[in-house]
């Protein structure tokens, strides 16, 4: 991974070397503060809330420095005397914001995707027309492969003061009369599509009867709330006259849903066995993360492995820095704790350079944030927010920035487990 990045890192002499007060200045507050603000197409009755998913693309970070040295490279870390230079302090968001998930209408349950754009003239787009836009512009996306040849047109929201549209994987022809107020209004103002050309699947697709003995990365593979396999999206921007556009240098935006979630309903294979290990009667097994079996050849490795590429500015698990690129393919680990959250408490986003770390959910729920610190030649920084339920656990990657909130009435627990940092 090659190391891209605008970050900064403030210095606390400025504020006389003392400790930042997290209670008054949150990197969190902001993240809940835009996920407030999003709004959907439709009432809320018809999404299955736990679903929604988040993506924040952003430009810039600001973190902390280890408050005994004044070192102001981020790529350049090397004390660990203590975790303060790996907190977050500040988050520059990017234009674009996209939230996915499951949606209900004519007691069917599909897949939705939401993309919106900032409106007002701080986008740069406005900045790229000269402030010229209008109550519509213009997007073109390719939904994992499929693209469209037409571009959509996406109109203003004067509530979110953003341009949104919300694409819908319904394959009827009769939304219009199973819709409340609100998404009527949204499909006769354009912001709600029904384009199951773009978007495709069904919750049904992942039934235990669809899947038994199946490898689920080769199944319904264009699902786009598929359980394993990322979804990426590529998008541009322009104006209404596709004059002037936002799309990374002719290059496209490049996002990615990519969390590595696991549990339950979210594994890499499930099955039985008789008299599993000589025992007696049957069991039943799901598959979570696997090096065995062929999955290290496939190619969505990175999802379904607990190996690790050990990129230029980490150190592999004997604390080296290797000289050319490098696998690990075991997950060293160096500690296990059982940490209970209150309600309203929350681990705030930090990062760790090198080591893997697993968030298992045993109690309660949360929201599981996770993002890049470096970016990725494949995608654009992003955080990406989804509820972390219990049974199910999430894992990182070195250089992940991470949080967890609990907003819940109460107590949600937590086994944590990881090494090397």
């Not at 492969?145 to 919300?166: C, F, H, M």
């Not at 359980?227 to 240098?249: G, H, K």
């Amino acid at each position: 991974m090659q190391i891209i990045h605008s970050d900064t890192i403030v210095s606390l002499k400025s504020a006389g070397n003392k400790a930042p007060d997290y209670d008054q200045k949150n990197p969190l507050q902001d993240v809940q503060s835009l996920m407030q603000k999003m709004r959907l197409a439709a009432e809320r009755e018809h999404y299955l809330n736990q679903s929604i998913q988040y993506l924040l693309p952003y430009d810039h970070l600001s973190l902390y420095p280890n408050k005994i040295s004044e070192n102001l490279d981020p790529i350049a870390f090397e004390d660990k005397e203590d975790f303060q230079h790996q907190n977050i302090n500040n988050i520059k968001y990017a234009d674009t914001q996209l939230i996915r998930g499951w949606v209900n209408l004519n007691n069917k349950t599909f897949p939705f995707l939401r993309i919106s754009y900032r409106g007002g003239p701080d986008s740069r787009l406005s900045r790229i027309s000269n402030h010229s836009l209008v109550d519509k512009i213009k997007l073109w996306i390719k939904i994992g492969d499929n693209a469209t040849n037409k571009y959509l047109e996406v109109p203003y929201n004067s509530e979110s003061n953003r341009y949104d549209i919300e694409l819908w994987a319904y394959t009827e022809s009769d939304a219009q009369t199973h819709l409340d107020e609100k998404g009527l209004a949204s499909l006769n103002s354009g912001e709600l599509q029904i384009r199951p050309d773009l978007i495709k699947g069904d919750i049904n697709d992942f039934f235990r009867n669809n899947i038994e003995q199946a490898e689920i990365c080769e199944i319904f593979t264009d699902n786009c709330m598929h359980p394993v396999l990322p979804l990426t999206i590529s998008l541009a921007w322009t104006d209404y006259t596709e004059t002037f556009w936002d799309s990374l240098n002719s290059q496209n935006y490049q996002y990615e849903f990519n969390m590595i979630y696991r549990g339950w309903d979210h594994f890499l294979k499930v099955g039985t066995n008789r008299n599993p290990h000589g025992g007696e009667g049957l069991l039943h097994f799901r598959t979570l993360l696997s090096n065995y079996w062929g999955y290290p050849e496939k190619p969505y490795s990175a999802q379904a492995t607990i190996s690790q590429v050990i990129e230029p500015w980490m150190k592999d698990a004997y604390g080296i820095k290797p000289t050319t690129a490098k696998t690990e393919n075991f997950f060293k680990v160096e500690y296990m704790d059982m940490h209970i959250l209150k309600p309203e408490c929350a681990i705030g986003l930090h990062r760790h350079r090198d080591n893997q770390e697993v968030f298992f959910m045993i109690e309660g729920e949360g929201y599981m944030i996770i993002g890049d610190w470096a970016k990725d030649h494949r995608r654009e920084r992003c955080l990406e927010i989804r509820t972390l339920k219990a049974g199910h656990f999430v894992m990182l990657k070195g250089g992940n920035l991470h949080a967890l909130i609990n907003t819940s009435a109460d107590p949600a627990m937590l086994f944590i487990f990881g090494g090397y940092d």
